[in-house]
C-alpha cells in the first residue's frame, strides 16, 4: 500500500519507454493488462492495481492471487506468501526437503493453501519452465545462474528477488541483470538493531545484529 499526500491527477511513467504515460484522476480506478500494456479495466474484469485517489491521500492496493517461482526458498517464505493469496511453484533438490515445505504448508494454512503450491525436485540452473510469472525469488549460492532463465520465465514488468549473504555474490548477480536487460536494480543490506525503552531513557542497544544479508530486487524489461 502506498500512502502520500492528495493529488488531483496521478501520472504513471513507464520506464521502458514502449507504453505512453497513464494519467489517473481522481476517484477509485481498477488497473489491468491489455494488449498495449497497463490500462484501464472495468470493475468486474481482471486487475491487477487499484488506485483510490481522493483528498485522504493516494492509496494502491495489489491484486491477491500473484503467480511466483521460489528456488531453494525457505519454508517459512512459502507460507508468508501464501498466506497473502500467492500462488507458488518451488523448486528444490532434496526431497526432504521438499516434503517438509510441503506438510509445513499444510499444517499452517490447510489444503486450500496446497491447491495454490506445488514443489518439484529439480536444478533451477538447468532452466524454469513456468512462463509469465509475476515473481521469481532465489536463494542460493550462484543467482546469477539463473537470471537468463528467470527473465525468460517472468512477464514484462516482474520483479525478481534474490537473497545473498555475500557482496560478491550481489555484484556477480547484478552483473547478470544488467546483461540480461533486467532494470530499476536495487540491493539492501538488512540490519538488526533492538532499541532500550525504558521510561524517558530511550536510546538503542548496545549490541546489535550488524548484518544479516543482502537483498536484491529488479523488474524485467520488455523483450529486446
Known sequence: MLDCGPMSELRLRFSDGDQPDLVVGAGVHALGRLPTGLGPVDAEQPWLLRVSNDRRGLWLTVAEGLRGVH????????????????NIVGYELREDFATRAQANVERFLG??????????LRDCYDGIDETDMDRVVLDLPEPWRVVPHAALALRPGGIIVGYSPSIMQVTQFRDALDASGFMLAETIEVLHRGWHIEGAAVRPDHRMVAHTGFLTTARRGRAR
Open 111 to 120: 489444503a486450500e493453501a496446497m491447491s495454490r503450491y506445488r514443489v518439484e
Open 71 to 86: 528456488v531453494n526458498g525457505r519454508p517459512v517464505q512459502h507460507v508468508a506468501m501464501l498466506r497473502a493469496g500467492a
